[in-house]
């Protein structure tokens, strides 16, 4: 009796389903360059993300300062205008005072005490600051004149703010002594700041002689002369105002030139 042996029949994969060493070289090295290249094109799309975030924050820090510069101006004609309504207003103060001159400094004193505060619009760099912003920022001349700029408005003109406003309250305590103040509030009803007219004049004459102070007159002329000294400390003090003015104008245009060259803004 024969014995048949099956013939055993190799299975292919055994075979043919080994792969060499290179087949996985190359598996790897698409599977990197695949994975690099999604990482080198999201690199890229923040790149281009941060840059536009970067130039947007500096078409905004153009607009604050372009609004800051014209702000400025007017303050700084504002000021030359109260100023010559204090030089009027002390000019016309005399001491002792001459009988029939008490309305003169009426004329001027709603204006010559007027008053107005500029500050910077900080819209952009506290956007900058908060968000983390400034690291937004490539161009280290732009980024160092920026926070320079915004140190000095912090430092430098809130100083001088704070010292000014100390100078008019003094004033404004000593006008109290020797004013009327139900006076000065219908003249500014009726004129606002402008100069009181002659029929104004004539009023608050007759209202002078119903108001008297009730100081005797040396007292009434120690407090008029108190008063004229601290309005011309007041008067002096704008030079210092005038120097924040002047060095803050200089550093927004500076700062505007530059930011329009570096980023090729109008």
């Known amino acids: 009796m024969e014995v048949h042996h099956h013939a055993h029949t190799p299975d292919p994969g055994l075979h043919r389903g080994k792969k060499r060493w290179t087949h996985y070289f190359w598996e790897f090295l698409m599977l990197f360059l695949a994975v690099f290249c999604g990482f080198l094109a999201e690199n890229i799309r ?101 926070i320079l700029f915004d140190q000095f408005n912090n430092d430098a003109m809130k100083n001088i703010a704070e010292i000014r406003t ?42 002078l002689q119903r108001n008297k102070n009730p100081l005797p007159a040396n007292e009434y002329n120690a407090a008029l002369f108190e008063f004229k000294n601290a309005l011309q400390a007041y008067r002096k003090d704008y030079s210092n105002l005038k120097f924040g003015y002047d060095n803050l104008k200089v550093k927004m245009e500076e700062l ?6 570096e980023y090729h803004l109008k």
Do not use: C
């Open 166 to 207: 100390s100078f008019y309250k003094i004033a404004m305590q000593l006008a109290n002594k020797v004013f009327v103040q139900d006076i000065i509030n219908v003249l500014f009803k009726r004129n606002h700041l402008a100069r009181p007219g002659t029929n104004d004049m004539a009023w608050v004459d007759s209202m």
């Open 256 to 261: 505007i030139e530059l930011i329009r060259k």
């Open 46 to 146: 923040e790149h281009r993300v941060e840059h536009h975030r970067e130039k947007q924050f500096m078409r905004t820090m153009l607009e604050d300062l372009r609004s800051d510069t014209a702000l400025l101006s007017y303050a700084s004609r504002y000021w030359d205008t109260i100023n010559v309504n204090i030089d009027s207003l002390a000019s016309v103060i005399q001491i002792p005072v001459i009988p029939g001159n008490e309305a003169k400094p009426y004329q001027f004193i709603n204006r010559a005490l007027d008053y107005y505060s500029f500050s910077h619009n900080d819209r952009t760099i506290s956007q900058l600051k908060n968000s983390g912003g400034f690291r937004l920022i490539r161009n280290a001349r732009v980024a160092n004149k920026i």
